[in-house]
């Protein structure tokens, strides 16, 4: 089956299976609060992004604009980081900063917000990366207060479509890549690359 088609189906049926046994699957309207840090993904789900992307009228140098800008966050405030991401570190520097203390961004001030978030809402909100749809099916949300399931096998068994996702292109012996989502863009939708890109995901949809 086409592997995006396939992430999609595994998307489907975890969002059904969790809203039958009685968990919100969706943010609440107008909420983004969550929005304002970045996370990793795996690379499957930054070629969803981009197929979710490629299916509505967007302007892709919209989101590659707001990479670069992120990125020149980066490379402003946090070059260290920036290093660390370019060494695939399993941790990210953000997740250790706990004095939150500054405002109303998760980890650090004015860090802009992901490049999805347009006008408050998540351009990609059906196929926004695991990350962001497990946070807000466990306790961790405050708002949707969801049972934590974390410690129940059965919910557990039915997730695994979801960690089949970033699996998809998984080589034997080569360790699964995993950026955040800006970073992908910043890297990989350079105008010289582009055309590699596309075809690589041309290749996903139609193989
Ligand atoms: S992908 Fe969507 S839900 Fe996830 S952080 Fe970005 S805007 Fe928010
Ligand atoms: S997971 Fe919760 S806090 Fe995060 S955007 Fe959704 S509703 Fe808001």
Redesign the pocket.
């Known amino acids: 089956m086409k592997t995006i088609n396939k992430m999609k189906i595994n998307i489907e049926y975890v969002d059904s299976f969790l809203a039958k046994h009685g968990y919100l699957v969706k943010c609440l309207n107008g909420c983004?609060d969550?929005?304002y840090?970045y996370?990793y993904a795996s690379l499957p789900e930054f070629f969803m992004s981009l197929q979710a992307l490629s299916e509505m009228p967007y302007n892709l140098d919209y989101f590659y604009n707001k990479s670069l800008k992120t990125e020149a966050y980066f490379k402003k405030y946090l070059n260290n980081e920036l290093d660390r991401l370019s060494f695939k570190a399993p941790f990210l520097l953000a997740n250790q900063v706990v004095d939150f203390s500054e405002g109303e961004y998760i980890n650090y001030p004015k860090l802009p917000a992901?490049?999805?978030?347009t006008n408050g809402r998540?351009?990609?909100?059906k196929y926004?990366?695991n990350?962001?749809r497990k946070y807000g099916t466990t306790v961790t949300c405050e708002y949707i207060q969801n049972n934590d399931y974390q410690e129940d096998d059965f919910t557990n068994y039915h997730l695994y479509p979801l960690y089949e996702n970033t699996r998809m292109l998984d080589q034997a012996n080569v360790k699964p890549t995993a950026y955040p989502?800006w970073y992908y863009y910043s890297q990989f939708l350079k105008p010289e690359f582009r055309s590699y890109v596309f075809s690589k995901l041309n290749d996903l949809v139609i193989d």
């Open positions: 983004s969550c929005c840090d996370f992901c490049i999805f978030l998540c351009s990609i909100y926004r990366p990350t962001c989502l």
